[in-house]
């Protein structure tokens, strides 16, 4: 996973081949609606299935509206641009309070959670970290581990990264997604937006 721009300067996750040229072509229009690209998938061979994963511009949540709204316009870009042969589904989703880290900006933007990730190339002998998030530091992302020292991993080799689910992490996307504590649901957690983890999108006849 390294840094990757559309040619309009705005930040992708790491994409190749088929994903990259799908992110290109409708990453503009996600951010005209105000939100932005996190993951892009394209799996099965048949009847391609393209899953996205986005999130709105300052990181909060997408409600099941949103994501019917991005599969609408996502849908609309794809049919003129047809970068499939035949007919493909689009599913859309959240990232989800315990996301995943796929841009620079996500280790910025979420310094101070747990995290853990997996690289493609063992650093120091070992794949596998856990840790705080620290932000990024000439390309690579820092986690401060258990024993109090800090891993830089290079992001063009973090295979996945993915926030770790806490009270302070539900917090902070509750106070970004504008809900007080004040609106919980069961007086345990704040309530967050129900999401629709695997919106139907549009089938390309």
């Known amino acids: 996973m390294s840094q990757q721009n559309t040619s309009s300067g705005l930040e992708l996750p790491h994409l190749t081949g088929l994903e990259a040229r799908i992110a290109e072509r409708i990453v503009p229009t996600l951010a005209d609606l105000g939100y932005e690209l996190v993951r892009l998938s394209v799996l099965g061979r048949d009847t391609p299935t393209i899953q996205i994963m986005a999130d709105r511009a300052n990181g909060s949540l997408i409600?099941?509206?949103?994501?019917?709204?991005?599969?609408?316009?996502?849908?609309?870009?794809?049919?003129?641009?047809?970068?499939?042969?035949?007919?493909?589904?689009?599913?859309?989703?959240s990232a989800g309070i315990d996301r995943p880290l796929t841009r620079a900006k996500d280790w910025e933007r979420f310094a101070g959670h747990l995290a853990k990730a997996e690289l493609d190339?063992?650093?120091?002998?070992?794949?596998?970290?856990?840790?705080?998030?620290?932000?990024?530091?000439?390309?690579?992302?820092?986690?401060?581990?258990?024993?109090?020292?800090?891993?830089?991993?290079?992001?063009?080799?973090?295979?996945?990264?993915?926030?770790?689910?806490?009270?302070a992490l539900i917090e902070a996307s509750a106070a970004l997604s504008g809900i007080t504590p004040e609106a919980e649901s069961d007086g345990e957690t704040p309530r967050v937006p129900k999401l629709n983890p695997k919106k139907p999108g549009k089938k390309k006849q």
């Open 121 to 167: 190339v063992p650093l120091n002998g070992r794949r596998r970290f856990s840790g705080t998030v620290m932000g990024t530091r000439d390309g690579k992302g820092v986690i401060r581990l258990d024993d109090g020292t800090e891993a830089e991993l290079p992001l063009a080799e973090v295979r996945k990264a993915r926030l770790i689910l806490t009270d």
């Open 63 to 93: 409600s099941v509206e949103d994501c019917e709204q991005i599969s609408h316009a996502v849908g609309a870009v794809l049919d003129v641009d047809d970068p499939i042969p035949g007919a493909w589904m689009l599913e859309v989703s």
